[in-house]
């Protein structure tokens, strides 16, 4: 199994901060590479794929970066409805593994 | 558009089969651009791919439910379905139904349900 790692777990930020989440694979996975936002009680939705391509709908703030192993998730001013937990996946490979979560609250 | 939904009991006894419907709305299951698929969460803790069905019937399984589960498909009824046996406290999960693009190069979960959250307790 490909297992993915995140950081920091938690972090709190202001509104209009820019925010950095890091997802680490085990193995190589190119660029297949995924990112989803959840907010508590609902689906997670996804925000960008193929580590760098924003999802239809998703606001621009949102940018994704890396190729191989190390992956990021920016937010580049951060605002109140940001604040959720935020979910990497690798598609690199038939069983697809998710990171643990990085839960983004607002300060 | 395109909308998912799931549907089954949310309590089940130990040692008994989990049974789950996914009703997809405005698309098509007979789709070969999708992978309809099956995600849990566990309380409190992460996503766990469960396993998905593509091209009229072809499927891929997490190998560590492969033993005991089952995915189909009904197109008379524009559904697919989850079939988990043998549960244990441990298949205690919000379960998702979802949809993924075929093409690797888009291949991520673009459309969910709701979730259903589904207890194993006796």
């Known amino acids: 199994d490909i297992q993915m790692t995140q950081s920091p777990s938690s972090l709190s930020a202001s509104v209009g901060d820019r925010v950095t989440i890091t997802c680490r694979a085990s193995q190589s996975i190119d660029r297949f590479l995924n990112w989803y936002q959840q907010r508590p009680g609902k689906a997670p939705k996804l925000l960008i794929y193929a580590a760098s391509s924003l999802q239809s709908g998703v606001p621009s703030r949102f940018t994704g970066s890396g190729s191989g192993t190390d992956f990021t998730l920016t937010i580049t001013s951060l605002q109140p409805e940001d604040s959720a937990t935020y979910y990497c996946?690798?598609?690199?490979?038939?069983?697809?593994?998710f990171g643990p979560g990085t839960r983004v609250e607002i300060k | 558009q395109v909308q998912l939904q799931e549907s089954g009991p949310g309590l089940v006894k130990p040692s008994e089969t989990l049974s789950l419907t996914c009703t997809v709305s405005?698309?098509?299951?007979?789709?070969?651009?999708?992978?309809w698929s099956w995600i849990r969460q566990s309380p409190g803790k992460g996503l766990e791919f469960v396993g998905y069905i593509y091209n009229h019937g072809n499927t891929n399984y997490n190998p560590s439910l492969k033993s005991r589960l089952s995915i189909s498909l009904d197109t008379s009824q524009n559904q697919f379905s989850l079939r988990l046996s043998s549960v244990t406290a441990a298949d205690t999960a919000v379960y998702y139904c979802?949809?993924?693009?075929?093409?690797?190069?888009?291949?991520?979960?673009?459309?969910w349900g709701p979730g259903t959250m589904v207890t194993v307790s006796s």
């Open positions: 996946q690798q598609s690199y490979n038939t069983l697809q593994t």
């Open positions: 979802a949809r993924a693009e075929v093409p690797a190069s888009r291949r991520a979960f673009d459309l």
């Open positions: 405005g698309g098509s299951v007979t789709s070969g651009s999708y992978f």
